[in-house]
């Protein structure tokens, strides 16, 4: 949202001081790397100092990439009511970056200005967060990158699901829900995000179980409910014959799910989705009420970074990469996974 | 006043002087005749090529009821929008604020069904106010304050994203309130607002699919109220010529608040069928939708520098909008190919409904110089030309702004 303000209002003409703001920039951007290049900062990340501020209390920045999509608002809520096991820590307001690489990379600075002991991070994008990761290294505050990764060595530990192994299973979930084969459709997310590239690569691997499966149909639906259910309506008033439809997130295997079940065909159709959600309208409700098959439960991460965070500032090994497992949630265990992941009854 | 300011659908061509003292000025002036008549027609014209387009690649598919119902039925809420949008366009003003207004009634529609389990009689009217007020805020900000429209719906569509996004605490809001295994009634009846599948009128041939019904609805309404009232009238002058509409005793600052209440009461009647369609109110939910409504507005002949539009234009460019979405869906043609396709419809549905412009083509083509006899009216080329060239690019941006990754 706040992108296309800034386009929509960049329109104005206001060269000669923006030209000098970019001089200096350019000029800043060269000094600090010039001496991360003196300093030979990247490879060696730094550890706390140690020192907890006046009221005894570690301090963390977390920086999310955007508040808005479930699956962050789920990992914000469960990064506050882990951090509060742990009385020397303390949480700063997470802060949203809706999306915006460059509001992100600017909110990241404020935490390098107030001096957090830890920052937490989400980057919204590898490419322009790496350099913000890179400016928090060099002012020693050590760095957990959660769920996306970025293009340095320059942090502390990084905890991420693996979104290729999910794929994975879901393929495989897919071929032995159709042993004699059958007409297999997905639709994606945004094409050029990672964790779309991830789950599209796993999912085609493991439906190579079984060679009957075709996929007859792939669209790009951009993570979104309603248009999931536009682009199924389209596919089966074409008379294309669909078997199963492998959803990228639980949100586009439910829109498809609605539309099938807009024209009685919602039977005949087996629906898969991902990141089985604990909350109202999620994925696990869905597994529940027998709209979708299966989904795979992509882990938060929450627990595990509050953890290292405290690992950090106890100065205990950290691993550098902690790859998170995830959950297949069936109707046998959905009202197991339901609870175990439910935070809305939890004090944030 | 010019017959800009009357409310003929797209058609502002004012008969130029008859300069008769050649052999061709009969056939001249019936050109000039059925000029005004083509230029009402062309809005059609993009309907027809859009349909045909769709009967000759998928004849068997597109033709018929079921696929119209989609097709309408998944940019009814956007449609509806438009229709808004229009009334405020006309006026020489833009209201960017309706996508964000119409998201904060469909979290509150999701929540007052799934929080409180109202009936539908109640949160349909309630939506309304909720957006009529955001819209009252918009007009008072613009008539009273002066602020530039532009600028005040921009700042609102970021006030009612926020509260949106706060009131929801991020999270999406389901409308399937469930007691034990069955949907409540009132959440029963809240699915016939919108759920595909769900039908108002279910005695009539199976019955009527609700957003196809509001949006038709809607488009009827506000044709009748802008051509048959004295407020319509009104709204024509005001964007025409607002010193003008002053010292003839309009009440300028009356009518602005009122388009912009009118628009906002349409965002808040909006968000519960596109609640209803997904089953649940996303936080994001109407992102862009304000570009995809002023596209609609633009191509169905609305002028941004006010005075020149209709309500059934806007209809028309809806249904362009939509059908030509369906027509690519249905033929699988790339979603970046479709936002492609959909900038350059934007362009030449302006260029097509610009008299002026058609005739000195015509002119040019015939290869003679009779002179800038027939130009435009109220409306300079300047206008219309920056109109055209900012809906251009909402096409490729009304697509790839949400960015509503879920991992």
Redesign the interface.
């Known amino acids: 949202?706040n992108?296309?303000?800034r386009?929509?209002t960049g329109t104005v003409p206001r060269t000669r001081p923006r030209a000098r703001t970019y001089v200096r920039a350019l000029i800043a951007v060269l000094a600090v790397s010039g001496v991360a290049a003196a300093t030979g900062c990247s490879s060696k990340p730094p550890m706390a100092d140690g020192k907890p501020g006046p009221d005894g209390k570690f301090v963390i920045g977390y920086s999310q990439s955007?508040?808005?999509?479930?699956?962050?608002?789920q990992v914000?809520k469960q990064l506050e009511y882990y951090v509060k096991k742990y009385p020397n820590l303390k949480l700063l307001p997470i802060s949203d970056a809706n999306?915006n690489s460059a509001q992100q990379i600017s909110q990241v600075q404020n935490f390098i200005k107030k001096k957090v002991d830890v920052l937490l991070i989400s980057p919204n994008e590898p490419d322009p967060l790496t350099g913000a990761v890179q400016r928090a290294c060099q002012a020693h505050i050590p760095v957990v990158v959660l769920?996306r990764d970025v293009k340095t060595n320059c942090y502390t530990s990084f905890i991420g699901?693996d979104?290729y192994k999910i794929g994975k299973l879901a393929g495989e979930r897919a071929a032995k829900e159709l042993p004699h084969g059958g007409n297999v459709a997905e639709l994606r997310?945004?094409l050029s995000?990672k964790?779309?590239i991830d789950r599209h690569n796993g999912f085609m691997a493991g439906i190579k179980k079984n060679r009957k499966i075709k996929v007859v149909?792939q669209?790009?639906a951009?993570?979104?409910?309603?248009n999931a259910?536009?682009?199924m309506?389209?596919w089966l008033?074409?008379?294309t014959k669909i078997d199963l439809v492998y959803g990228?997130?639980?949100?586009m295997a439910?829109?498809a799910q609605?539309?099938a079940?807009?024209?009685?065909k919602d039977k005949s159709i087996k629906f898969i989705g991902?990141?089985g959600l604990a909350?109202?309208?999620g994925g696990i409700?869905a597994v529940q009420?027998g709209d979708l098959l299966e989904t795979f439960a992509?882990p938060t991460g929450a627990k595990e970074a509050a953890r290292t965070v405290e690992d950090i500032v106890r100065k205990k090994k950290v691993k550098k990469h902690q790859a998170l497992d995830t959950q297949p949630v069936t109707k046998g265990n959905a009202e197991e996974v339901y609870k175990k992941n439910d935070f809305s009854h939890k004090g944030g | 006043m010019t017959d800009t300011k009357t409310p003929a659908p797209s058609g502002d061509t004012p008969l130029p002087d008859l300069a008769a003292d050649d052999e061709n000025a009969g056939l001249r002036a019936r050109v000039r005749r059925v000029l005004p008549v083509l230029g009402s027609m062309q809005g059609y014209i993009g309907l027809v090529v859009v349909v045909l387009l769709g009967i000759v690649t998928q004849g068997d598919t597109f033709l018929t009821q079921a696929n119209f119902t989609d097709a309408i039925g998944a940019f009814a809420s956007r449609g509806i929008l438009a229709v808004g949008v229009t009334l405020v366009i006309l006026t020489a003003g833009i209201d960017l604020s309706v996508g964000s207004v119409m998201g904060m009634a469909s979290m509150a529609s999701a929540m007052m069904i799934f929080q409180n389990d109202m009936p539908v009689w109640q949160i349909v009217p309630l939506c309304m106010l909720i957006g009529a007020a955001f819209g009252l805020i918009n007009g008072i900000g613009t008539a009273w304050l002066k602020i530039q429209s532009f600028v005040m719906t921009l700042a609102m569509l970021s006030i009612a994203r926020g509260l949106d996004k706060q009131l929801s605490n991020n999270q999406a809001t389901p409308t399937q309130l469930r007691k034990g295994a069955d949907l409540t009634p009132h959440a029963e009846q809240f699915q016939h607002l919108g759920t595909p599948g769900f039908n108002v009128f279910e005695g009539l041939h199976g019955g009527i699919y609700f957003p196809v019904l509001a949006f038709f609805g809607v488009v009827i309404v506000f044709h009748l109220l802008l051509s048959r009232t004295t407020f319509g009238r009104h709204v024509y002058a005001v964007g025409g010529n607002p010193t003008a509409a002053r010292l003839s005793g309009i009440n300028v600052t009356f009518v602005i608040i009122a388009v912009f209440t009118l628009s906002g009461l349409l965002a808040g009647f909006a968000g519960p069928i596109d609640a209803a369609y997904s089953a649940s109110a996303d936080p994001l939910a109407g992102t862009s939708y304000e570009l995809d409504a002023i596209a609609a507005a633009v191509i169905g002949g609305a002028s941004l520098a006010g005075g020149r539009g209709s309500i059934i234009g806007t209809g028309i460019g809806a249904l362009i909008l939509t059908l030509l979405d369906n027509v690519l869906g249905l033929n699988d043609v790339s979603p970046n190919w479709q936002l492609v396709i959909k900038g350059v419809i934007v362009v030449f549905a302006v260029v097509l409904q610009r008299p002026d412009l058609m005739r000195s083509l015509r002119r040019r083509l015939r290869g003679g110089s009779a002179g800038p006899s027939g130009s435009a009216g109220s409306n300079g080329p300047g206008g219309s030309a920056g109109s055209a060239g900012s809906s251009g690019s909402s096409g490729p941006a009304s697509g790839g702004a949400k960015e509503a990754a879920s991992a």
């Open positions: 949202m992108q296309r303000l386009t929509r955007n508040n808005a999509e479930p699956y962050r608002a914000n999306a769920d699901g979104n997310g945004i995000d964790p779309q149909r669209r790009e951009k993570w979104l409910r309603p259910t536009q682009i309506q389209q008033r074409n008379g990228h997130n639980d949100d439910i829109g609605l539309a079940k807009g024209m009685h991902t990141d909350i109202d309208g409700r009420q992509y």
